[in-house]
C-alpha cells in the first residue's frame, strides 16, 4: 500500500514538474513584452507552490496522517478549474493547445487537493494526448445533489479496446508516450472515493470527452480508501459495494388522507401533503450498513422522521441535513422549518429541538422558539380530546394514526377549539398528535397521546339489554380490529356466547382474552367453558394455575374438589372440600359433593349431617 501510494505522489511531483519545464523552455524560446514575461513568471511561481504542497502532503503520508478524514471546504468550481488551467498553460502552450472554461458560479464542498488532483489529470491528459493547434472545451452543469464536469478535447481518441481499461493502473493511452499510466486510475479513484462517478466518451482521430459526476458534499474518507481505489478491479469493487450506498433503498408508498407517505427500509419516514412538487433518491450498500436519503420540496409540506441514518432536505438552493432527528419543512412564498427532535443544520444556520426558522427568499432568516406541546391532554370513553388552551396558538393541528411512527394515518386536520369530539371508524389503539400553530405558521413540538377506542364495545354494552342480537354485531365488529389492544369486547362476548350454549366459540374467545388480560373472572369463564366441553385434564391444569396466585379462593377450591371426585380421590377431594366448608359452611353445592364423597368413603353417618346442610 506504502508503495503504491509513493506511486501516486510520485506520478503528481512528474506533472507539476513537467509543466514547470515546459514554461521555462517557452520562456527561453519566445519574445515577450514585461507585461507577458510578469504574467508568465507568476503562473510559474504558482506551480511551483503547488508542487510544494505536493511534497507537504507526501510528507503527511510519510508521518501517518493519512489515517484521519480528510479535511472538507467550500470550493468555486470556476477558481479551480481556471487554477488548474494556470498551471497547465505552459504545457499546453507548447502543444499549442486552447483551453476554454466557461464563466460559472457554482460552489460545493470537498478536498481541494485531492479533488484538484482528479480535475488536473484528465486536463494534463487532455492535452497530452490532443492535437496540435487543438483545444480542451470544459461544460459544467449543476444538478440536485451535486455537478456534472466535461472536459473534452479535439485530440487522438481512444480505441474501443483500450477504452475498457484506461483507468487501470499503469495502463498507457498511448504506449509511445511515456509516463507511468497512473493518472487516470488516481481520478477514478478519488472521484469513486468521493461518491460521483467519471464516464468517458471517444472516438479515434476525432477527441475524447470524460464526464465527471462530483457529489456536492463528499462522504468522509482518508487517503487510505483513495489508495484502495488503484488496487485490483476485484478489490474496489468490493469495497464499493461494502461501503458506499449505491443501490436503490425498497420502500412502501401510502396515501392517507391528505398525506402520501414514504417508509424506508432503514426506518426513515418521509411524508407529504397531497399536491406537494418533490423527488426523492433513496441508497443503501450492499451489506445494508449504510444509508442515504435524499429529497428536494420545490412547494408544499412535508415531514422526515429518520432514526438511524443521513438524510438531506433540498429546498430551491437551500440543503437541510439531519442525524436521529424529526423535523417539518412549509415551502410556499417562504421555506418554515421546525425541528421536534435532535438538530438540523443548513450551511452556518443550525435549528436545534424546539426551534423553528423562517427564511424569506432574499435569504433572510428568522429562528424562533417553538410553542410548548399542548397540555393536560385527556380523550374520554366517548372519543372527546380536551388539552388546556395555548394563548398564543391562532390553531390546531391534530392528526390521528393507528401507529406511533405516524405512517399510517386516518385523519388530520385543523381546528381552532380545545374540545373536539374525534371520529374512530374502528375499535383499536390510536396515537393522536396535536400541534399548536403560533403567528408565523410554525408548529409547536407535539403532544403524543395513546387511546383505545372502544366505542363499538360501549355500543353493545348499552344494547345488551334491549337488543342482544345487535349487540353481538357490535362486539364482532370490536373483535375484528382490536387486536391485543383491549380483552373487553373478547371477554363480553364470550361471555353472551356461553349463554347461548356456543361453548366452543366461547371458549376461544376467553383464551383470547387472558392473553391479553390474566383476569381472575376470565378463569372463571374459561373453567365453566372446560367444565361443558368435558375438558377435564384443562381444568385440573388451569385449577393448579390459578391457585398458585390465589391459594385461598373458595370457587377454584370447589373446582379442584370436584375433580378429584371425578377421579375417584375422595381422601383428597374431603380434605379439599373441608377447606371450602370451613370458609363458608353455608355452600350446597360443596355440603352436597362432601356428603356423596362421604358415602364413598363408606362414612354413612357423616354424610348424613352434609346432605341435610346441602338442601
Given at each position: 500500500m506504502k508503495d503504491l501510494i509513493s506511486s501516486v505522489f510520485s506520478h503528481e511531483l512528474k506533472n507539476s514538474l513537467s509543466s514547470i519545464r515546459f514554461g521555462i523552455?517557452?520562456?527561453n524560446k519566445y519574445e515577450m513584452s514585461s507585461q507577458e514575461k510578469k504574467k508568465f513568471v507568476s503562473d510559474l511561481l504558482n506551480t511551483i507552490d503547488n508542487t510544494m504542497k505536493i511534497l507537504d502532503e507526501y510528507m503527511n503520508f510519510i508521518k501517518f496522517q493519512f489515517t484521519k478524514k480528510l479535511k472538507y471546504e467550500e470550493i468555486d468550481i470556476y477558481d479551480l478549474l481556471t487554477e488548474i488551467k494556470k498551471e497547465l498553460t505552459p504545457f499546453a502552450q507548447e502543444k499549442s493547445v486552447n483551453i476554454y472554461i466557461p464563466k460559472i458560479n457554482i460552489k460545493i464542498t470537498s478536498n481541494k487537493f485531492w479533488l484538484k488532483r482528479a480535475i488536473y489529470n484528465i486536463f494534463y491528459n487532455a492535452i497530452k494526448y490532443n492535437k496540435r493547434g487543438g483545444s480542451v472545451n470544459v461544460k459544467v452543469e449543476k444538478e440536485l445533489f451535486g455537478i456534472y464536469v466535461s472536459i473534452a478535447d479535439t485530440g487522438i481518441g481512444i480505441n474501443k479496446k483500450s477504452l475498457s481499461s484506461i483507468f487501470k493502473v499503469f495502463h498507457?493511452?498511448?504506449?509511445?508516450k511515456k509516463g507511468v499510466g497512473i493518472g487516470l486510475a488516481l481520478a477514478k479513484s478519488i472521484i469513486d472515493s468521493f461518491g460521483g462517478q467519471i464516464n468517458v466518451k471517444s472516438n479515434e482521430d476525432i477527441g475524447t470527452e470524460f464526464i465527471l459526476y462530483i457529489p456536492k458534499k463528499p462522504k468522509e474518507i482518508t487517503i487510505k480508501k483513495?489508495?484502495?481505489?488503484?488496487?485490483?478491479?476485484?478489490?474496489?469493487?468490493?469495497l464499493a459495494v461494502s461501503y458506499f450506498p449505491i443501490y436503490s433503498q425498497s420502500y412502501i408508498k401510502n396515501t392517507q388522507g391528505r398525506y402520501v407517505i414514504y417508509t424506508f427500509e432503514?426506518?426513515?419516514?418521509?411524508k407529504y401533503t397531497q399536491g406537494s412538487d418533490y423527488e426523492i433518491k433513496a441508497h443503501k450498500n450492499l451489506y445494508n450498513t449504510n444509508y442515504t436519503l435524499f429529497s428536494s420540496l420545490k412547494e408544499g409540506d412535508m415531514s422526515l422522521k429518520a432514526i438511524k441514518n443521513k438524510a438531506s432536505i433540498f429546498v430551491n438552493d437551500r440543503e437541510f441535513n439531519n442525524l436521529g432527528t424529526d423535523f417539518e419543512i412549509i415551502k410556499d412564498k417562504e421555506i418554515k422549518v421546525a425541528v421536534f427532535d435532535g438538530k438540523v443544520k443548513s450551511d452556518s444556520l443550525k435549528i436545534n429541538k424546539g426551534e423553528g426558522s423562517i427564511i424569506l427568499d432574499t435569504n433572510k432568516i428568522k429562528v424562533i422558539k417553538l410553542l410548548n406541546a399542548p397540555k393536560n391532554v385527556v380523550i374520554d370513553k366517548d372519543g372527546y380530546l380536551t388539552f388546556s388552551k395555548i394563548a398564543t396558538a391562532k390553531k390546531y393541528k391534530i392528526i390521528i394514526s393507528h401507529n406511533s411512527n405516524f405512517n399510517n394515518i386516518e385523519d388530520t386536520f385543523f381546528t381552532v377549539k380545545n374540545k373536539i369530539k374525534l371520529s374512530f371508524r374502528t375499535d383499536s389503539l390510536y396515537f393522536i398528535k396535536i400541534f399548536a400553530y403560533d403567528q408565523y405558521g410554525l408548529p409547536s413540538l407535539p403532544a403524543v397521546k395513546k387511546y383505545v377506542n372502544l366505542s363499538h364495545y360501549y355500543k353493545a354494552m348499552k344494547l345488551l339489554h334491549n337488543d342482544k342480537n345487535e349487540a353481538i354485531l357490535e362486539l364482532q365488529s370490536s373483535v375484528s380490529t382490536i387486536k391485543n389492544h383491549s380483552s373487553l369486547p373478547y371477554y363480553q362476548l364470550s361471555k353472551i356466547l356461553y349463554q347461548k350454549e356456543e361453548y366452543n366459540s366461547s371458549l376461544k374467545l376467553v383464551q383470547k382474552a387472558l392473553e391479553i388480560d390474566k383476569n381472575k373472572k376470565y378463569y372463571y369463564l374459561l373453567l365453566k367453558n372446560y367444565e361443558k366441553l368435558h375438558k377435564y385434564?384443562?381444568?385440573e391444569k388451569t385449577i393448579?394455575?390459578?391457585?398458585?396466585?390465589?391459594?385461598?379462593?373458595i370457587y377454584l377450591l370447589f373446582y379442584k374438589a370436584k375433580i378429584l371426585f371425578n377421579q375417584a380421590k375422595y381422601k383428597e377431594t374431603s380434605k379439599v372440600l373441608f377447606k371450602v366448608l370451613q370458609t363458608n359452611p353455608n355452600l350446597k353445592e360443596a355440603n352436597g359433593?362432601?356428603?356423596?364423597?362421604?358415602?364413598?368413603?363408606?362414612?354413612y353417618e357423616d354424610a348424613k349431617y352434609y346432605e341435610r346442610l346441602a338442601k
Amino acid at each position: 500500500m506504502k508503495d503504491l501510494i509513493s506511486s501516486v505522489f510520485s506520478h503528481e511531483l512528474k506533472n507539476s514538474l513537467s509543466s514547470i519545464r515546459f514554461g521555462i523552455e517557452i520562456f527561453n524560446k519566445y519574445e515577450m513584452s514585461s507585461q507577458e514575461k510578469k504574467k508568465f513568471v507568476s503562473d510559474l511561481l504558482n506551480t511551483i507552490d503547488n508542487t510544494m504542497k505536493i511534497l507537504d502532503e507526501y510528507m503527511n503520508f510519510i508521518k501517518f496522517q493519512f489515517t484521519k478524514k480528510l479535511k472538507y471546504e467550500e470550493i468555486d468550481i470556476y477558481d479551480l478549474l481556471t487554477e488548474i488551467k494556470k498551471e497547465l498553460t505552459p504545457f499546453a502552450q507548447e502543444k499549442s493547445v486552447n483551453i476554454y472554461i466557461p464563466k460559472i458560479n457554482i460552489k460545493i464542498t470537498s478536498n481541494k487537493f485531492w479533488l484538484k488532483r482528479a480535475i488536473y489529470n484528465i486536463f494534463y491528459n487532455a492535452i497530452k494526448y490532443n492535437k496540435r493547434g487543438g483545444s480542451v472545451n470544459v461544460k459544467v452543469e449543476k444538478e440536485l445533489f451535486g455537478i456534472y464536469v466535461s472536459i473534452a478535447d479535439t485530440g487522438i481518441g481512444i480505441n474501443k479496446k483500450s477504452l475498457s481499461s484506461i483507468f487501470k493502473v499503469f495502463h498507457q493511452i498511448d504506449e509511445t508516450k511515456k509516463g507511468v499510466g497512473i493518472g487516470l486510475a488516481l481520478a477514478k479513484s478519488i472521484i469513486d472515493s468521493f461518491g460521483g462517478q467519471i464516464n468517458v466518451k471517444s472516438n479515434e482521430d476525432i477527441g475524447t470527452e470524460f464526464i465527471l459526476y462530483i457529489p456536492k458534499k463528499p462522504k468522509e474518507i482518508t487517503i487510505k480508501k483513495i489508495a484502495f481505489g488503484l488496487v485490483p478491479a476485484s478489490v474496489a469493487l468490493f469495497l464499493a459495494v461494502s461501503y458506499f450506498p449505491i443501490y436503490s433503498q425498497s420502500y412502501i408508498k401510502n396515501t392517507q388522507g391528505r398525506y402520501v407517505i414514504y417508509t424506508f427500509e432503514d426506518g426513515s419516514v418521509l411524508k407529504y401533503t397531497q399536491g406537494s412538487d418533490y423527488e426523492i433518491k433513496a441508497h443503501k450498500n450492499l451489506y445494508n450498513t449504510n444509508y442515504t436519503l435524499f429529497s428536494s420540496l420545490k412547494e408544499g409540506d412535508m415531514s422526515l422522521k429518520a432514526i438511524k441514518n443521513k438524510a438531506s432536505i433540498f429546498v430551491n438552493d437551500r440543503e437541510f441535513n439531519n442525524l436521529g432527528t424529526d423535523f417539518e419543512i412549509i415551502k410556499d412564498k417562504e421555506i418554515k422549518v421546525a425541528v421536534f427532535d435532535g438538530k438540523v443544520k443548513s450551511d452556518s444556520l443550525k435549528i436545534n429541538k424546539g426551534e423553528g426558522s423562517i427564511i424569506l427568499d432574499t435569504n433572510k432568516i428568522k429562528v424562533i422558539k417553538l410553542l410548548n406541546a399542548p397540555k393536560n391532554v385527556v380523550i374520554d370513553k366517548d372519543g372527546y380530546l380536551t388539552f388546556s388552551k395555548i394563548a398564543t396558538a391562532k390553531k390546531y393541528k391534530i392528526i390521528i394514526s393507528h401507529n406511533s411512527n405516524f405512517n399510517n394515518i386516518e385523519d388530520t386536520f385543523f381546528t381552532v377549539k380545545n374540545k373536539i369530539k374525534l371520529s374512530f371508524r374502528t375499535d383499536s389503539l390510536y396515537f393522536i398528535k396535536i400541534f399548536a400553530y403560533d403567528q408565523y405558521g410554525l408548529p409547536s413540538l407535539p403532544a403524543v397521546k395513546k387511546y383505545v377506542n372502544l366505542s363499538h364495545y360501549y355500543k353493545a354494552m348499552k344494547l345488551l339489554h334491549n337488543d342482544k342480537n345487535e349487540a353481538i354485531l357490535e362486539l364482532q365488529s370490536s373483535v375484528s380490529t382490536i387486536k391485543n389492544h383491549s380483552s373487553l369486547p373478547y371477554y363480553q362476548l364470550s361471555k353472551i356466547l356461553y349463554q347461548k350454549e356456543e361453548y366452543n366459540s366461547s371458549l376461544k374467545l376467553v383464551q383470547k382474552a387472558l392473553e391479553i388480560d390474566k383476569n381472575k373472572k376470565y378463569y372463571y369463564l374459561l373453567l365453566k367453558n372446560y367444565e361443558k366441553l368435558h375438558k377435564y385434564k384443562e381444568i385440573e391444569k388451569t385449577i393448579d394455575e390459578m391457585l398458585n396466585k390465589y391459594p385461598n379462593d373458595i370457587y377454584l377450591l370447589f373446582y379442584k374438589a370436584k375433580i378429584l371426585f371425578n377421579q375417584a380421590k375422595y381422601k383428597e377431594t374431603s380434605k379439599v372440600l373441608f377447606k371450602v366448608l370451613q370458609t363458608n359452611p353455608n355452600l350446597k353445592e360443596a355440603n352436597g359433593l362432601m356428603a356423596l364423597t362421604l358415602k364413598k368413603l363408606k362414612k354413612y353417618e357423616d354424610a348424613k349431617y352434609y346432605e341435610r346442610l346441602a338442601k
